[in-house]
């Protein structure tokens, strides 16, 4: 049905005519990765790290959505794989379906995210397609990338930080219509430039990771990196680390970046960072059972922080792997230091010793994506070449769930694209001037 009309648009973008794409139709249908309500309890009794995305996302033919006031329509020709899609499709912590029913019940215009079927995805790079009535810093033919911050602005409690918006989502996960798919639609006001020297998968992976690592480590609503800071970061060499690795190298703060093998510690290595722990290698079991922790497990990593650092304890700590670290984060950080965290991937009943949170005077603050600024400053960094992609690999929309089971089996390093339209790698770049000059930085992660 939309095949036809979905490869004129492809032709266009490929052959640069950027102009005609407001003269083309608009597909009835398109392709998208999609999990389908009916599947919901498809894993139950299966244990998490069981749980197969490869089993429950799928790429369904679904009707074009409509497109109302304040919207656009995007053809998107990549998007990447975020941490969310792996909890959507895998129904935890709860199926995405409750936020589709409880945003579609929120105004007529939200109705038509509530369906049996939820397309997946937060990144985009793309070429819009159509604006809604009242969008006029848009056009079709711009080519875009997309934030993943869905708001409402209609209450005063997000008007100076949009992220405390009471209707705030995050695009493609609490709403439908994603970006893993050949058409999405998003607010206008996520619709950001596409970086002119990155190709189209390239420019696709940064988003919410970048933003969201920006908000929590740099920005002032985080926790407010400065020169000369020693940042602690989990996964350094992942999703959100291998961003939060380049933040506190470019401002002038020093990483010390935890990772879980030989490669991923080359990896930062070379990205930079000098000071690398290798959590596998040094057998940290920060548990001794189910129940409890080892506080002597803290004091030998904290020992080796030390170590490293030449005594220093990091003013940050930059956390996301949650239960199982967060002990051990509260208490390797200075005292009067911060943890800062936007996740909880090894489970979210978090488990401390206070003490050491009180006494030392020790922040914990809770971050979560970026406002509208937030994503608009670190998307420019991208696009002056001071913070670059970490793409590892890039698979086809129809290997989506094998890219999404990579993710979910932490078998991946960096980010992991997928081509949407993009009929292949490498394609999309204008200026080869900036290109040229970042090269070695942007190609980092690729095929580590
Ligand atoms: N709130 C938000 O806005 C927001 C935004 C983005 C992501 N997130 C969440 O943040 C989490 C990470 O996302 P991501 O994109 O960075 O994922 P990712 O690409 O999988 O990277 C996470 C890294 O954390 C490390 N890790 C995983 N489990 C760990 C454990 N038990 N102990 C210590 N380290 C562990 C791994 O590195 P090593 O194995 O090398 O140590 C892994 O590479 C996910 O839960 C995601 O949903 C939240």
């Known amino acids: 049905m939309g095949g036809h009309a979905v490869q004129k648009i492809l032709d266009a973008i490929l052959a640069d005519e950027l102009d005609a794409i407001a003269t083309l139709p608009v597909p009835e249908s398109y392709r998208g ?46 998007s990447a794989i975020n941490y969310n899609t792996v909890w959507t499709s895998i129904f935890e912590p709860m199926s995405t379906f409750g936020f589709l029913k409880r945003y579609g019940k929120s105004s007529p215009l939200a109705l038509k995210h509530d369906l049996p079927y939820h397309v997946v995805g937060s990144d985009l790079a793309g070429v819009v397609l159509r604006t809604g009535p009242g969008v006029n810093a848009w056009k079709p033919g711009d080519r875009v990338v997309a934030h993943c911050l869905d708001v409402q602005l209609e209450h005063a409690d997000g008007h100076n930080d949009t992220m405390l918006d009471p209707e705030q989502r995050i695009w493609g996960f609490e709403t439908n219509f994603g970006g893993l798919a050949e058409l999405a639609l998003v607010k206008s006001n996520q619709l950001m430039p596409m970086p002119d020297h990155l190709t189209w998968e390239e420019a696709a992976s940064p988003g919410l990771v970048n933003s969201t690592a920006y908000r929590q480590l740099v920005s002032a609503n985080g926790a407010n990196m400065k020169q000369g800071d020693t940042v602690l970061i989990w996964g350094a060499s992942g999703g959100l680390g291998s961003y939060a690795t380049q933040f506190a190298l470019n401002g002038g703060a020093t990483p010390i970046c935890v990772v879980s093998s030989p490669e991923k510690a080359e990896l930062v290595r070379s990205m ?42 990091p003013d940050i700590v930059f956390e996301h792997p949650g239960r199982e670290t967060f002990g051990a984060s509260v208490f390797v950080a200075r005292k009067g230091g911060t943890i800062v965290t936007c996740a909880s991937t090894s489970g979210f009943l978090h488990q401390y010793d206070n003490r050491y949170l009180w006494m030392s005077l020790k922040r914990i603050v809770g971050s979560h994506f970026a406002n509208y600024r937030e994503a608009w400053e670190a998307n420019r960094l991208v696009a002056k070449g001071k913070i670059h992609p970490t793409v590892s690999k890039v698979y086809s ?20 694209g997928v081509l949407c339209l993009a009929p292949a790698e490498g394609l999309g770049v204008r200026d080869h001037e900036l290109r040229a000059a970042h090269l070695p930085h942007i190609n980092r992660f690729r095929g580590v």
């Open 33 to 78: 990765v999609t999990v389908h309500e009916e599947d919901t309890a498809m894993f139950d009794g299966v244990a998490t790290k069981d749980k197969d995305p490869r089993k429950s996302l799928h790429l369904d033919d679904v009707p074009t959505p409509e497109l109302g006031p304040g919207e656009a329509l995007v053809a998107v020709m990549a």
């Open 397 to 416: 929309l129809e290997e989506t769930g094998q890219a999404a089971h990579d993710v979910h089996r932490n078998a991946h390093q960096g980010k992991v």
């Open 272 to 313: 930079g960072a000098e000071l690398i722990i290798d959590r596998s290698a040094e057998g940290y079991r920060f548990w001794k059972d189910e129940h409890e922790q080892d506080p002597k497990e803290w004091k030998r990593f904290g020992s080796r922080i030390r170590e490293l650092t030449g005594g220093d304890d």
